[in-house]
């Protein structure tokens, strides 16, 4: 093959691309080739009276029930495509929380043996209490990691994240001072016998048991209030309520060598304590935001 042939060969297809792109004058940087070159000038006029007359065929409209099979089918493919796409995402977040609860579960189990006498519960019970602790743990890893839009005006994602911060707050807590510690120490201080003489265990435990439930849920929702500040109190209860759940067996294992009286006040002041805390950290941190937002919004204006 000679240079002529692939001068011409590649010439008429440069043609044919601006053909394509609706283009029916001849490029200038090929007519100086056109001129010199007979057949390449034929084959240019045979392209344009072809695509002139294929452009004068009339449209046919595609029978009506081709373009209905033909938009069920694709919106088929759509539907198998997003529901294999959430599938996949469900399976990640499974795997996720199922995880982070087993690991959760573990770290928590060791916080309270370090403070508490865990051997008055055989191994299977202990197993299985950390079994279900891992299963609630999984199950508010889920809600906080909910990424859709608010129901009711409450993002569930945050209920979530207030609850597993304020346990995990509540563990610190335990783990530097336990409740036991905190008893034994309103047994021995002056000022706290004072204070205390007169409450029986139950009361001690009730109250202990407040304040360990409320102090984490102020911190925990007030973060959240600043967040996620619509309907604060309804969000601070939900995240109380959260809060509750995981703790219960954490309080079932410290209260293994303890009457059914203690074990009742002690969760029953983990319940006011939690929703207190919750509802009141919520709205100042709602409040918070309040107050913060004029200030954000000058300064977006300034820049």
């Keep these: 093959m000679n240079l002529a042939m692939i001068k011409c060969e590649q010439t008429q297809l440069e043609l044919t691309s601006a053909l394509a792109e609706g283009n029916l004058g001849t490029p200038s940087e090929l007519e100086a080739h056109l001129r010199g070159c007979a057949k390449c000038r034929q084959a240019w006029q045979e392209m344009r009276l072809t695509w002139r007359a294929l452009g004068e065929l009339p449209e046919q409209e595609a029978p009506g029930a081709l373009l209905q099979m033909t938009r069920a089918r694709v919106l088929e ?4 495509e997003q529901a294999h796409i959430e599938s996949a995402r469900m399976g990640k977040s499974a795997l996720v929380s199922v995880t982070m609860g087993v690991v959760f579960s573990v770290a928590s189990v060791w ?18 209490m950390g079994a279900a602790w891992a299963a609630l743990y999984a199950a508010a890893v889920l809600l906080a990691m909910r990424d859709g839009e608010p129901r009711y005006g409450i993002a569930a ?5 207030a609850g597993l911060v304020a346990m995990g707050l509540s563990l610190a807590l335990t783990g530097s001072c336990s409740i036991g510690q905190a008893l034994d120490y309103c047994r021995m201080s002056p000022g706290a016998r004072h204070l205390f003489g007169g409450v029986q265990n139950q009361g001690l435990y009730f109250v202990l048991g407040s304040l360990y439930s409320l102090v984490p ?4 929702t007030a973060f959240v209030g600043l967040k996620a500040p619509r309907h604060p109190v309804v969000l601070g209860l939900m995240a109380g309520g959260v809060f509750v759940v995981l703790a219960l067996p954490g309080i ?6 303890f009457s059914v009286g203690v ?5 029953f002041g983990a319940v006011v304590g939690s929703l207190a805390g919750g509802s009141v950290g ?6 918070l935001y309040r107050r913060l937002r004029p200030v954000h919004a000058g300064t977006s204006d300034g820049a």
């Design 157 to 161: 994602r945050w209920v979530g994240i």
């Design 111 to 128: 916080v309270l043996g370090q403070k508490s006498d865990l051997s008055a519960f055989s191994p299977q019970v202990l197993l299985s």
């Design 282 to 287: 919520s709205l100042a941190g709602a409040a």
């Design 252 to 257: 079932l294992l410290q209260c293994g060598a």
């Design 263 to 267: 074990s009742l006040s002690w969760i």
């Design 217 to 220: 849920l102020l911190i925990a």
């Design 77 to 80: 493919e759509l539907e198998q």
